[in-house]
């Protein structure tokens, strides 16, 4: 896991030099890999290459919003830092807020494949932990399963591009692993899982479920309901925080809700923060439920999302369905935006 957990572009200062030579490599026919697909089962997602300029929607970094002011056109989540003006302990200053793109999350029914590495399998060392392969183990007509694994994507970071490096709510700079749920025993076991999300278990009753449909209906619109934090939309329910649900649609909107779920449960265990709020604009703060309106996806592949984001929970028919194609659409990777409301201080 060393090696792997090493493999990261280059730091501040030189990122906009290695994005050259990639779109120059890839020109030329010459796309680097981290490493050679060791099957034809985990393909390469070619992350690092030309795609990084053409297989991402920068339309969907607008709105930015200075001093209250937003600039470009877009949706600023309601939930958003509304003061102009701010002061923190290290100094005052004026709000910024923006769309910040900042994880992949990389989904794939073959534990170990991370096609975001070139199509690599993640040396894991014992299989103890690691659970099913997916729809095989199953009656493919009922459920399916997925694996998901997180990466630090902090992509305005890395191409220094206009964002000041001290609105980083996570400190996180480079390309990373930060995730597997191969080595995590709750997502394929549904009892373990439970001590996790115990509400789950007041929230399993038809008025619950009932009220999702509004959800659905919202987040079809554009603008997911945060109060009805045990539904995902269209996807279907948060709940549980497994990678078990039935197999009722597309690759797109199993992935989606798989997605969903994993950000869900890294809420609940503190390791992702809300960056959205007046309460952050000088500190994200731990919050145990996910704020689904801070959050937007991208699809990058198989086939990217260029022209805008969908929201959690938006039907799949506005945006995923023709993204469903064989073979490399049992690897699917998306770019989490997420809001970030900051405080520039004076210097």
């Not at 025993?185 to 789950?200: C, H, Q, R």
């Not at 008025?207 to 079809?220: E, G, N, P, R, S």
Request: aromatic residues 10%; contains cysteine.
């Amino acid at each position: 896991m060393s090696a792997l957990a090493n493999t990261r572009l280059p730091g501040h200062g030189r990122p906009l030099l290695s994005l050259w030579l990639g779109v120059c490599l890839t020109l030329a026919g010459t796309t680097p890999r981290l490493s050679q697909a060791a099957d034809p089962g985990c393909p390469s997602a070619d992350l690092f290459s030309g795609k990084l300029m053409t297989d991402i929607c920068w339309a969907c970094l607008f709105p930015v919003r200075i001093a209250g002011l937003p600039i470009g056109g877009g949706q600023v989540p309601a939930g958003a830092a509304t003061s102009a003006f701010c002061g923190c302990a290290t100094g005052a200053g004026f709000t910024i807020g923006m769309w910040e793109p900042a994880r992949i999350i990389e989904l794939t029914h073959a534990p170990g494949c991370s096609a975001a590495l070139g199509g690599s399998r993640l040396p894991m060392g014992s299989r103890r932990l690691i659970g099913t392969e997916g729809k095989s183990a199953y009656d493919s007509t009922d459920i399916a399963f997925w694996h998901y694994h997180w990466y630090s994507f902090p992509l305005l970071i890395l191409l220094d591009l206009f964002w000041d490096r001290k609105c980083n709510a996570d400190g996180l700079t480079d390309f990373d692993i930060l995730y597997l749920s191969e080595l995590d025993p709750t997502w394929n076991n549904g009892e373990l899982a439970f001590f996790t999300n115990p509400e789950a278990a007041w929230l399993a009753n038809p008025v619950a479920q009932a009220a999702c449909l509004a959800d659905a209906t919202a987040a079809t619109a554009g603008s997911p309901i945060d109060s009805l934090f045990w539904c995902a939309g269209t996807w279907g329910n948060l709940y549980p925080f497994t990678g078990v649900q039935p197999n009722l649609g597309s690759d797109p909107r199993e992935t989606s809700l798989a997605a969903v779920r994993s950000l869900a449960a890294l809420h609940r265990r503190g390791m992702a923060r809300r960056t959205m709020g007046n309460d952050a604009v000088c500190k994200a703060p731990i919050d145990f439920f996910v704020k689904k309106s801070a959050y937007k996806l991208t699809m990058f592949y198989p086939l990217p999302e260029t022209q805008k984001a969908h929201v959690i929970g938006q039907s799949t028919f506005t945006w995923g369905e023709s993204r469903t194609i064989p073979g490399p659409g049992e690897h699917q990777l998306y770019l989490l935006w997420r809001w970030s409301d900051c405080c520039a201080i004076y210097e």
